[in-house]
């Protein structure tokens, strides 16, 4: 751990507030919480040294020793809008279980907040790097406050974040940091299938045209830098989007910036050959869509519950039936909890309460 900031304080009554503002339930809020921004070194996808930041919120009031809840968060293109920097519907795990008496790590990733450097965007490797070391800034700084965590990790996450908690989770269970081990897990939406569901879902319909351009043209860039998806730019988007795309994605320009600079459709973004090897995809561009489709290749010891919704057109819900079926060829149970007829944010807003609630559950067994 590098520095801690403090960002917010909260009594239990604005807290309830807050939540009510963004419509989400706040029955579990018994206390008000404090808020911190943590800045801590971590490595980047190359296994090279750097910095993250990320969100620390503690309940005022409640038990000296505190289990931890990790919060990973959804996609998001500007580094403003991270965790540690914005207070807005992100923060809604973070106070509902902070709020609840648990402490909350929450990292805002590589490249955003005030890491440095461009986001490596559904990158699970340096996502859960990431976020074991904002639980261990977390268990140091809530140390030095005098709130010691208890090693007993709860993982949640929406979207991107979503599919990060899976990683995270089987990262933990697998020995990642001896100190923390995992009690529940319970994700919100995520991508966990993009070979089979969310990279089709882009070309049939399934996944609305907004979020189907931001999405893909987010993933190429990033992935592209990791590993070569292409060599130019203008194999993969057709004129004039190939020479601004990539700077699109510094981590300073809004979503309105750049949905503003790239065209309606997905179709009219990709060059037609490229086009095909999407929804054909083989060599490196293959391996980018099974890295990240390993999340749910393993059996948890903990309850899981996976949270989704027949209504999200960003991550449709056959992502989670995908997660669900891999994790029951393991052995382990996961039922699938459909939100219903709700888009991707208002599906979160309404599961992130029954998360809390789980989690509760789980506390008291």
């Not at 404090?34 to 040294?49: C, E, F, I, Q, S």
């Not at 990790?70 to 293109?77: A, C, N």
């Not at 869509?289 to 519950?305: F, I, L």
Request: hydrophobic fraction near 40%; glycine fraction near 8%; aromatic fraction near 8%.
């Amino acid at each position: 751990m590098i520095s801690v900031t403090p960002v917010a304080v909260h009594d239990a009554e604005q807290v309830r507030k807050f939540l009510a503002e963004y419509g989400t339930a706040a029955d579990s809020v018994r206390h008000g919480v404090r808020a911190y921004k943590l800045t801590y070194r971590t490595v980047d996808p190359h296994g090279k040294p750097t910095t993250a930041t990320g969100l620390l919120t503690l309940p005022i009031g409640g038990a000296h020793r505190l289990d931890v809840v990790s919060d990973t968060h959804g996609t998001m293109v500007n580094r403003s809008y991270a965790p540690s920097v914005a207070e807005d519907y992100g923060r809604i795990p973070s106070y509902l279980n902070a709020g609840a008496g648990r402490a909350v790590a929450a990292p805002d990733y590589l490249g955003l907040g005030e890491g440095p450097g461009r986001h490596p965007y559904l990158d699970n490797r340096s996502a859960v790097t990431a976020s074991v070391d904002m639980l261990r800034a977390a268990s140091t700084a809530a140390d030095r406050l005098g709130r010691p965590l208890t090693g007993d990790v709860y993982a949640t996450g929406f979207s991107q974040g979503g599919q990060v908690a899976m990683a995270l989770g089987r990262a933990l269970q697998e020995g990642a940091d001896r100190h923390f081990r995992l009690k529940a897990l319970a994700p919100i939406n995520g991508p966990y299938d993009l070979e089979g569901h969310e990279i089709p879902a882009l070309f049939d319909g399934r996944v609305n045209d907004t979020s189907g351009v931001l999405y893909a043209s987010y993933w190429l860039v990033a992935q592209n830098r990791l590993r070569p998806l292409y060599q130019d730019p203008a194999e993969a988007f057709r004129a004039p989007y190939a020479s601004r795309v990539e700077d699109l994605y510094d981590g300073e320009h809004s979503e309105e910036e750049i949905l503003a600079a790239l065209p309606a459709t997905v179709e009219q973004m990709l060059t037609p050959a490229f086009r095909a090897k999407m929804q054909h995809p083989s060599g490196a561009l293959l391996a980018a869509m099974r890295a990240a489709d390993r999340a749910c290749d393993w059996k948890p010891a903990a309850p899981v519950r996976l949270y989704a919704a027949s209504g999200d057109t960003d991550v449709p819900i056959g992502n989670a039936t995908s997660c669900a079926a891999r994790l029951a060829a393991h052995g382990a149970h996961a039922p699938v909890l459909d939100q219903g007829d709700l888009g991707h944010t208002d599906s979160f807003k309404a599961a992130a309460p029954k998360v809390t609630r789980f989690f509760d559950a789980v506390r008291d067994r």
